[in-house]
């Protein structure tokens, strides 16, 4: 396997990659395994239909690189410390990383992007946790697509909350048109 290290984030390459022709597909996992498993799943599933596939991911649980010597990887810095890795407040782990990877990820991106010996990218997909990736893929002009990595119990529980709301009289949200609160802008 190659590794190098440029600016703030390191590369590594698996030593039998072959080069593709055609779009790449640029996947960004929250890190946190039950996250990063489905993320790579999917990326295999897009390999196999033909797409290159860059992975950008974290120090914090990063991937091993050589279980999948057929994609790209970049690693980028999350700057948290170790009591911040190792909290048990998921809600402030989140918090973290949505404010301490937007730099490295959009300088990683950027870079990416830039690189015209590589195929074009398709898209980002990004962990849906991760919502500042929006921001960053708005910036550059770049699709983005979100995966859910929630089990089908955290489902239910989304799809129950709009009935919810209704049967206590917090929705539709008195004096407001249904329609404007689905308007994107």
Do not use: W
């Not at 860059?54 to 091993?64: A, E, Q």
């Not at 949505?98 to 950027?110: D, H, S, W």
């Amino acid at each position: 396997m190659q590794k190098m290290k440029q600016d703030s984030m390191e590369y590594q390459r698996g030593s039998n990659m072959q080069p593709r022709k055609g779009r790449r597909v640029i996947l960004f996992p929250m890190p946190l395994q039950g996250h990063i498993t489905p993320m790579l799943q999917l990326a295999n599933i897009l390999y196999d239909k033909g797409l290159s596939i860059t992975i950008i991911h974290t120090n914090l649980n990063s991937p091993n690189a050589s279980n999948y010597p057929h994609f790209n990887f970049y690693s980028i810095p999350d700057g948290l410390s170790e009591d911040e890795a190792s909290t048990s407040d998921y809600i402030a782990f989140m918090t973290l990383l949505n404010v301490k990877c937007v730099e490295p990820f959009q300088q990683c991106l950027a870079k990416l992007l830039s690189n015209v010996e590589e195929q074009p990218v398709a898209c980002l997909i990004t962990d849906a946790m991760l919502h500042f990736t929006q921001g960053v893929a708005d910036s550059l002009k770049l699709p983005r697509i979100v995966l859910r990595t929630s089990s089908i119990a955290s489902f239910l529980v989304f799809a129950a909350i709009p009935g919810l709301l209704r049967e206590r009289g917090y929705y539709p949200i008195q004096g407001v048109h249904p329609n404007l609160l689905l308007s994107s802008d």
